[in-house]
């Protein structure tokens, strides 16, 4: 059974702080993994990861792929409340389009 | 970009009734589009693959005769729940892939806003 596991399930830290969520996943023909961020409704997407070791960036946030580990990490650097959401990664298969969700990582920054 | 309407964003409604919700892309064809469901501070869980023209696709433990789904054209995939009971009360989205889009980023899926059912 194709599963995707996220950890921590939450996680409280303080403004500035860095973090460091995990994403691992065992699933069949995998193709792609997903980072999104989702604060109330839609989820936003972050980041699509497809080679291993290829560190992608956008701002404070930054995520890896390890597809030897069967896993990838999203850091997020000097945090702020506005950083405050579930994070959601999601693995995309080669057959049949689907995308499973892992099961997310709450978190919440304080000032 | 892409863009996904899905309507109603809430709904409340009596155990019993049925209740329908529409997934739209408005820019861009959509042969496969995607449903699931969401508890409160929960991820999403893939309920079924929408394909155009033929039936859905269910993931193991959904049923299908409780969740309806219609994918009738390339731009419109819709998901009834059936004789609604208050366990189905839930957060629905959808998320639809523009199939002539290049595999890379926020192409891949393009959400929904959700639809929050209440069943009293």
């Known amino acids: 059974e194709d599963k995707v596991v996220q950890s921590p399930l939450s996680l409280v830290v303080h403004e500035g702080d860095t973090v460091t969520l995990n994403c691992s996943y065992e699933?069949?023909?995998?193709?792609?993994l997903l980072w999104y961020k989702q604060e109330k409704k839609a989820p936003t997407f972050l980041f699509m990861l497809t080679s291993s070791g290829i560190e992608k960036k956008s701002g404070r946030l930054s995520s890896i792929l390890d597809k030897k580990e069967l896993s990838s990490i999203l850091n997020i650097t000097a945090t702020q409340t506005g950083d405050s959401a579930i994070y959601l990664c999601a693995v995309g298969m080669n057959t049949g389009n689907q995308f499973y969700f892992g099961t997310g990582t709450s978190l919440t920054v304080i000032p | 970009g892409a863009v996904v309407s899905q309507h109603p964003s809430w709904v409340i409604c009596k155990s019993g009734t049925s209740v329908k919700i529409e997934c739209r892309s408005l820019d861009f064809q959509a042969t496969t589009m995607f449903w699931y469901r969401q508890f409160p501070k929960q991820s999403l869980m893939l309920m079924a693959t929408s394909n155009e023209g033929s039936k859905a696709t269910y993931e193991q433990g959904v049923e299908k005769d409780k969740f309806l789904i219609n994918h009738a054209s390339l731009t419109l995939s819709t998901l009834t729940v059936t004789s609604a009971h208050p366990e189905d009360s839930s957060f629905y989205i959808c998320?639809?892939?523009?199939?002539?889009?290049?595999?890379?980023?926020?192409?891949?899926?393009?959400f929904g806003a959700g639809s929050r059912l209440t069943v009293l």
């Open positions: 998320s639809a892939r523009d199939r002539l889009a290049p595999y890379s980023g926020a192409n891949v899926l393009t």
């Open positions: 699933v069949t023909n995998f193709r792609s």
